[in-house]
């Protein structure tokens, strides 16, 4: 604490002696007291002596209990809190001399790892040094910051070389940390601290500046290595599950594929069976109301197949079956449904096909199955069929289009079977 301030102090406390006097009798012991105490003040020196003298006036006025105690306590208290914040702040500026002169400390050293090739210079810096352990005030302080100053200006200017190496660097390094960023943003961290780091090598004016950012930057390059290193695991990780699911979801359609069959396919002759047959000609009449397309529709039944069951087994009857259904389907196109309408009875569904090239295939159809060879143990017999062709009117319901293609069929049976005959015959 400087001379002035203590001055003041003492001024102040003299006046609440005073005051304290003036409240007490002048006979009275305590006021002896004061006296003495007042005579104190007046020669005390420092705040150490002056704290010692408010302590023992504290305690005289906690004893007599003036009348103005209260309000002289709280001026007292007011003073030593003064007292305190100024010996902090006292202590404050010694703390800070002694962090200044640390920081000193570090630069000159860093200074020696220099080269000082001036006698001038290498004499200033040994200077600089030794005063450094000397300072113990402000004032100490201030005078050896201008030694300081002229060191730094006359021995510490990086040539040109170091200044384009340091630029040089800066240039890399931003590029590196531009590419990391990049990197970090498509990964979707953003909490790099690369910004930073760009940051502070934009401000670095120095060539150890640039290798500390350097430093950290290659630090965080090795972060990201090991982020990528797990991100391609993740990555391949993934790829094996969709694999995997892949092949699962092959299996499932496969599986989905044969229930679909199982539901649509008769098992014996594997042509569609009466279920599909139904959705599939609702579907070709709606096609017909809504684009006027022409479709025909033709039933097949076996002759005298009830003696071919009776005569050589039902196990025979099911291969006869079985070959008539492989001789229809090879004479009949990709979009065209053939269904096992009913035991020994088939429809066929030819879209875009009008009358006359249905009755066409529906002959055809006739003739293969009777050049078709049937045996049972090794001797042959004879099977036939008849068939019922018809086309979709602009009239027609699903009953009355049926209803007309099937009497068409008996009307085959009834003029003798193994022929075709059309919905207009």
């Not at 200044?100 to 050293?109: D, I």
């Not at 940390?177 to 502070?200: H, K, N, P, V, Y």
């Not at 009449?285 to 025909?296: E, S, V």
């Not at 025979?316 to 492989?326: A, C, F, H, M, N």
Request: hydrophobic content about 35%; aromatic content about 6%.
């Amino acid at each position: 604490m400087n001379i002035d301030m203590i001055r003041e102090y003492k001024e102040l406390s003299i006046f609440l002696l005073k005051t304290l006097q003036g409240s007490l009798s002048s006979g009275h012991d305590s006021g002896k007291v004061l006296s003495s105490l007042h005579e104190s003040l007046v020669s005390a020196a420092n705040a150490s002596q002056i704290k010692r003298i408010h302590k023992q006036v504290k305690a005289l006025l906690i004893k007599e209990k003036p009348v103005d105690v209260d309000r002289l306590l709280a001026s007292i208290q007011q003073l030593k809190n003064d007292l305190l914040f100024q010996s902090n702040v006292e202590n404050d500026l010694h703390s800070l001399v002694d962090e200044l002169k640390s920081l000193l400390g570090m630069a000159l050293h860093q200074i020696e790892a220099l080269s000082l090739h001036k006698e001038e210079s290498r004499k200033l810096f040994l200077e600089c040094r030794d005063d450094l352990k000397n300072i113990a005030a402000l004032s100490d302080m201030k005078r050896y910051v201008v030694k300081f100053k002229r060191l730094f200006s006359v021995s510490i200017i990086l040539d040109d070389e170091t200044d384009r190496e340091r630029d040089e660097l800066k240039k890399i390094i931003t590029i590196l940390a531009d590419s990391i960023s990049d990197l970090l943003l498509s990964s979707g961290d953003f909490d790099s601290g690369l910004d930073e780091c760009i940051e502070r090598l934009q401000q670095a004016r120095t060539l150890n500046e640039v290798q500390e950012i350097r430093e950290l930057l290659l630090q965080q390059t090795k972060g990201l290595q090991v982020k990528t290193r797990q991100l391609v695991a993740d990555v391949q990780q993934s790829r094996e599950q969709v694999h995997d699911a892949n092949k699962q979801v092959e299996i499932l359609k496969k599986q989905m594929e044969k229930v679909k069959q199982e539901i649509i396919i008769d098992p014996l002759t594997r042509t569609y069976n009466r279920r599909a047959y139904d959705e599939k000609i609702k579907h070709e009449m709606a096609g017909f109301q809504r684009y006027g397309r022409p479709t025909a529709l033709a039933i097949i039944d076996i002759d005298h197949f009830k003696k071919v069951n009776d005569s050589y087994g039902h196990r025979t009857g099911d291969g006869v079956l079985r070959i008539l259904s492989d001789v229809m389907k090879k004479e009949i196109r990709e979009i065209d449904v053939l269904a096992r309408y009913g035991g020994e009875e088939f429809a066929l569904i030819l879209p875009h096909t009008p009358y006359q090239s249905a009755f066409d295939v529906a002959d055809r159809i006739r003739r293969k199955v009777e050049a078709s060879r049937f045996t049972y143990k090794g001797k042959p017999f004879l099977v036939t069929i008849s068939i019922g062709v018809g086309t979709l009117k602009v009239d027609d319901t699903l009953e009355s289009y049926v209803e007309r293609v099937d009497q068409a069929l008996y009307r085959a049976k009834d003029r003798g079977r193994n022929q075709v005959v059309g919905e207009d015959d």
